[in-house]
Every structure is written in structure tokens, then in C-alpha cells.
């Protein structure tokens, strides 16, 4: 690949006019229970309800936009189990490019349906995603195709600094910017847009690595941080922070319960460093929500641990006399307390339950942390044991 | 309650002026999924991303804009365990008036919370919804305080006519419309508008009526409709068709993982009618998203209910020898078949079982209807039996 340099204000102009009848310009909401939460106004850039469900499609229009007639006609190829491919793919069509993806032979079904239904050709191969990334790269390479790198790249940093200049438009009054930052082509465009535009805001970028078993932000936990785009934010941004999947799972369910929206993990990793207190700086904030493509089965274990933390769920164990009527006694006591129970498992074979008695465990719909504590305390001045599980 | 007579366009336009520094502008989007899927270009209007999460902030604020300053010295009063509540708060707020809520006692905190939170004072009274509204009855004749009725309300109808003014502004190509009908104040709103601005164009309402155990459609599963809002509907609506939960649990699914929003029972009903082909009409279509505001809990389950019926989730008993190694034996041939299983449950005490089997009931997310055949086809084939429970 060819040395690179960082684009300027005026190519993210110049992009701005290549995507304009292809991406959304997306809408910014001010969100009253977040700005509470965090004591000062905060701005969602809903970025998440972009096409194709995230803002990648920007980079990829503007990149497929600059291909000379030749290299439209021999088409463009990506590896990609996410946003990316879908981006690409979307772009392709739009501009009547043939596109090739390639994905890891167990990417999500919903993700390779939905690359195909954008009319890309999809090539699963290999384990995992650098299998993908390398045969996408053989082919690029014995082909005449075009390679679209998802982030280190002028074209798709340049795409991507169009919502700086959204941003710049439409918010005045803000003076700190929170950004993702995965490859950093998103985070990168957006800083060079802003430092332009808008030189004194302060600028905060947030990864979240991979802990144990993956992280639900898998959008920005990215191996290989591109060269391009790391010294581009290695001078803009003010800061880089760090959040954990917990602060994650409680802003995803924050984002669906009061802003309406579905914020995949990536895309909801800058609210968390917002509410964990890692932004630093004062007056109007805005948190750049990047996408919204998280599987519901995901999305599912995700609000319920959410919830759990919020103590909107209770989850125990505890035991009761084997005696008919028992279970009938314990249900009276939640209900009368105003708990929802969901469900009740009965378990009589463990190792430490008394002959006369039967363990249940438990889960409970409960209104927040205070009325789970209220139920807690009810249920041992009754005489049972609680055991919480979550 | 002196006659009312119909708002006129001109009502709705004055609505708009006295609104527009409160209200959003909600925005409109294309969506690919459900174009595909009615086979027409489907555009949703979000009003879910409205202020307090409905359409009702409209409605509410034009009512209290029109009151005299002695009125609003005096304070309103409303009834509502839902949207109406909230949105009464909130306008209340905005205009510096008084608000005072009347709810059930078992109202869902949340919007108990909510509703305090926009600085209303709350009354919780009696058991149901009635009760709230008779207590809010007396009160507001004992007191000077103006009584604000959800829907039957000339004000309240001229406020939710206001969509219907960025509905013809923003849809030029658009002949059908889908509105949920409840109350009737948002429908009748809409149509006195669009029936003046675009004479021709198709409107059709869609209720969703109490099935045993209520609905998830709870916000237009009103017991009385307005005698105002009827015989606007009765002179202006093409047709009214009905939606079953079913289709509604499915929409919310559908709206939540492809067009990234959150939205209501009451508010996804319009979009169940047109998957479930009860539109009519020809071209494109605009289907309304009333509102947003479902507690989590629940949309979780509607969401696996919904993710169930889409061959996404697969919930089955079958029967394994009582011998070390045969769980594993299962477990090995739905990795196999790429099923992805979320719990295991054994039950050793049921009447039919033969005292060297065991029976397992297992939860297993499979990729689509497809996908969920294959892996039964394939249990089957080795001998499991598959007693699908969803």
C-alpha cells in the first residue's frame, strides 16, 4: 500500500458531496434521563440509525465514489464479519459496483443474509476473521478488484469525518465529544473534522478491549489498530479511555429503556465511559452512538444482565419445607411484596438440602434496586434463606 | 362537557406554531426489511423518538397552551397509567403549570417514576384504570383545576394532528397510511389533516382489542372510545382493521433488530396490519410508531416470543440414557448442526419416564425456520424424540 496521509477539511467536504444522496444525515436527540445521570447536558449523535445500522456506509460511498471507471468495472472486495461487509456491499449497490465479501465461516447468519440481501457475493472461508481478511487479500491480489480496507485508508477516514461535520452544525454548545475507537477510521475523521471546525472542543476517545470469552463490543475490539488512523488520534484526541462490558451492558439497556433506541455494544461504549464517569471536562457532552446491528438473542442476555445490575431482576435460591402448601406460602409473600415472579425451579437432589426440605430458585420482576432490597429483607425476616444468584 | 365540535386544518396549523419550541419533529425512515417483506416502499414515521416517548406530548401541549392565566394558575389534572400521564407531566413542566396524575396503584413504577420525574405530583388510587379516572374526576370538581382528557378533546386532537402536517410535507409519493387506533385522538387527528392536504390518499386505522389476560398493545386497548374522535374516524377512515398479539410481537421484533427502534405494542400495531396484509391499497405506504414506551421486562419476552415464532429460538424436551456421557452425546450433535445452546434443564421425576432414561429440556438458538428444521431433522435421525415446547 501506497505511504498515506491524513485527509483534510476539505476532503471531508468534498466526501460530504459523494455521500449526500446516499447516506442519512442522522438526527441528535438530547436525552433528559442521561443528562441527570451524568449532571450535564448530553447530545446522542444516533449514528445507529444510518443505513445498513451504522456509519460505516459513509466511508465506504466515498470510497467506491473515487474509483476510476476501470476499477468500478473489475469491482471491490472486503473482509469483514460486520458493519464493514454490509457497508460495502450497500455502497457497492448504490453506485453499481460488483462486491465480494469475505467472512469467517461462523459469522452470524443474520449478517451474511443481510450482506447477501445488499447483493454482494459473500466467500465464507476459514476459522476466524484473519482467515477472512487473507483470502480476501489473495483474491484482491490475483484479481484486478479493489481491496477497501475497513478503516486505514483517506477515503473511508474521510467518509466517516462527514458526521464531524454534522456534528459541528448542529451543536454549538457542546464542548466535549466522545467517540468510539476500534480501527479508529470513525474516530479519526470525526477529530480532524472537529479540531478544523471547532478547535477548542475537547475530543475523548474510548476502546474496549477484549476481556475473557470476547466482549459485546466486538465492533471496536479491533487486533490491529490501523497506522493511518492511530497517528492521526495519537494528535487529536485529548484523551483515550477505557470501558468494561459491565458499563456497556448498562448503557445498551439505558439507551433501548429511555432513548428508544438499540445500540449495539460498540456504538453504546461511549454512553458507558460517560456514565462511569471517564469523560472528563464540563458543560454539554455529546456521545457518538456508532451503530445498532447486535443480535436480539445477544441483545436479550444483555438487557437482562442490565436490568439484573439495575436491580430490576432478582434472582435467588432458597429452601422450603417439603410439605404441600410450602411453595404456595413463599409465592403469597413475593406477591404481597409486589414482585412479578417469572419463573420457579424446584431442585431436591442437592447435596446440602435437609431430607424434609426441597430448595426453589427463583426469578423475580422487581421495580429497582430499593424494592429488591425491600423483598431481600422480607423474605429473611419470614425465616428463609436468600441465596442470590444475580 | 360542553359539545365539541371537530378541529379544522386550520386548528391543526395553529397547534403546530404553538408546539413547535417544545415537540420534535420526528423524523422518517425508509426500511429496506419491510419493503422486501409488504412488497411496497414502507416508510416509518418514529414518533416513538418523541419527547416522553409517545405522540402525546402534542396533544398535551396545545391543550395547555390554549388555557387563560387563570387557568393555568389553577393547575390540570389527568388520569392515565400510560403515555397520556407522562405527556401531561411534561407539557406542564414546559409551561410552568401544575400537573397532578392520577394512577392506578399498581401503575408500573417506571412510569410512576417518570411521570414524578417530569415534576407532576402522582396519586396513586384503587385498582384499575376507572378508579384513577373517577378519583381525577372528583378532584378536578372539587377544585378549579382543568380536567385533561386523553383523546376526546378538541385541543388534544388538533395537537396529534400536527403529524399529519410533516406527514404531507415529508411523504409527497406516499397514498396509504396506517394509524393505530385507540382513543381515537392521534387517527382522527392525522386524518382531518391529510384528508385536507392530500384528499386521495388511503387511511387506515388498526385497533388491537383485549384477548384474555390483556394485550401488549395496552395503549389502544381503550374501553371507551371518544364520541368526539368516533365520528370523525367513522366520516374519514378508508377501513379499520384489527391486529392479534401474535403479529404485534412479531413487528416489535422486526422494528427493534432491523430498524434499530424500540417501540410499543400500541405502536408497532400499524406495522403488524401491514405484514400481516390487512392494509390494502397499492404504492407506498407509511405506517406510524405511536410510541416507545415498553418496560424492558416485558419487551423481552415479546422479543423471544417473537424471535421463537421466527425459528430463531428452539425449545424442546427430548430423552437421554441415565449414563455418564449421554448429555454429552446430545450436546455434541447440536454443535455439530451449529446450534448454540443457552440452557439445559433435567427432570428425573416425571410419570413417563422409564427408569434408565432421563429427559432434558434444552433452549437452543438456531438461525432462522430453516435452520430449526434441519437440527430437528437431524435429532430425529438419531434416534432422539423432539417434543418441541415453542
Redesign the interface.
Known amino acids: 500500500m501506497a505511504t498515506q496521509t491524513a485527509p483534510t477539511l476539505a476532503d471531508v467536504e468534498a466526501a460530504r458531496g459523494r455521500i449526500f444522496d446516499h447516506a ?1 444525515a442522522t ?1 441528535v ?1 438530547g436525552s ?1 434521563t442521561l443528562s ?1 445521570r451524568a449532571g450535564r447536558k448530553v447530545w446522542l449523535k444516533a449514528e ?2 444510518q443505513r445498513t ?1 451504522s456509519f460505516k456506509v459513509r466511508g465506504a460511498v466515498n470510497k467506491l465514489s473515487l474509483l476510476g471507471p476501470e476499477e468500478r468495472r473489475a469491482g471491490v472486495i472486503a473482509a469483514s464479519a460486520g458493519n464493514h461487509g454490509q457497508a460495502v456491499a450497500w455502497a457497492a449497490r448504490e453506485l453499481e459496483v460488483n462486491a465480494t465479501v469475505f467472512m469467517p465461516q ?1 459469522a452470524p ?2 449478517k451474511v443474509e443481510a450482506t447477501r ?1 445488499y447483493g454482494a457475493q459473500t466467500v465464507l472461508t476459514g476459522t476466524g476473521f484473519d482467515d477472512a481478511l487473507s483470502a480476501a487479500a489473495d483474491r484482491a491480489h490475483e484479481s484486478s478488484a479493489t481491496f477497501v480496507h475497513a478503516f486505514d485508508d483517506e477515503a473511508i477516514i474521510a467518509g466517516q469525518g462527514t458526521i464531524g461535520l454534522e456534528l459541528a452544525d448542529e451543536l454549538g454548545e457542546v464542548g466535549t465529544f466522545v467517540l468510539p475507537v476500534g480501527g479508529g477510521g470513525l474516530a479519526a475523521g470525526i477529530a480532524i473534522t472537529l479540531r478544523a471546525l471547532r478547535p477548542r472542543v475537547r475530543i475523548v476517545g474510548v476502546h474496549a478491549g477484549k476481556t475473557r470469552g470476547g466482549t459485546i463490543a466486538d465492533g471496536i475490539a479491533v487486533k490491529h489498530p490501523g497506522t493511518l488512523t492511530m497517528s492521526i488520534l495519537d494528535d487529536l484526541l485529548d484523551d483515550l479511555v477505557h470501558v468494561e462490558d459491565e458499563a456497556i451492558a448498562e448503557a445498551i ?1 439505558v439507551l ?2 429511555r432513548a ?4 449495539e455494544g460498540a456504538g453504546a461504549a461511549s454512553t458507558a465511559a460517560l456514565l462511569d464517569g471517564a469523560v472528563g471536562g464540563s458543560g454539554d457532552v455529546c456521545v457518538l452512538l456508532s451503530g ?1 446491528n447486535m443480535d ?2 445477544m ?2 442476555s444483555v ?2 444482565h442490565g ?1 439484573t445490575l439495575a436491580g ?2 432478582l434472582v435467588f435460591r432458597t429452601r422450603i419445607a417439603d410439605r404441600p402448601g410450602s411453595l404456595v406460602e413463599l409465592l403469597e409473600l413475593i406477591a404481597a411484596e ?1 414482585g ?1 415472579v ?1 419463573s420457579v ?1 424446584h431442585h ?2 442437592g447435596m446440602e438440602i435437609d431430607v424434609v426440605e426441597t430448595e426453589v430458585s427463583l426469578t423475580v ?1 422487581t ?2 434496586s430499593a ?1 429488591c432490597s425491600q423483598l431481600v429483607a422480607a423474605l429473611g425476616s419470614r425465616g428463609y434463606t436468600v441465596d442470590r444468584l444475580a
Chains 1, 2 share one sequence.
Open positions: 442519512r438526527p436527540y433528559e441527570r445507529n440509525l445500522g461462523d447468519m443474520a440481501n439497556t433501548l429503556e428508544k433506541l438499540v445500540v445498532g436480539p438473542t441483545l436479550i438487557m437482562r436490568l430490576r431482576y409486589r412479578n417469572v425451579e431436591r437432589e420482576i421495580r429497582d424494592h
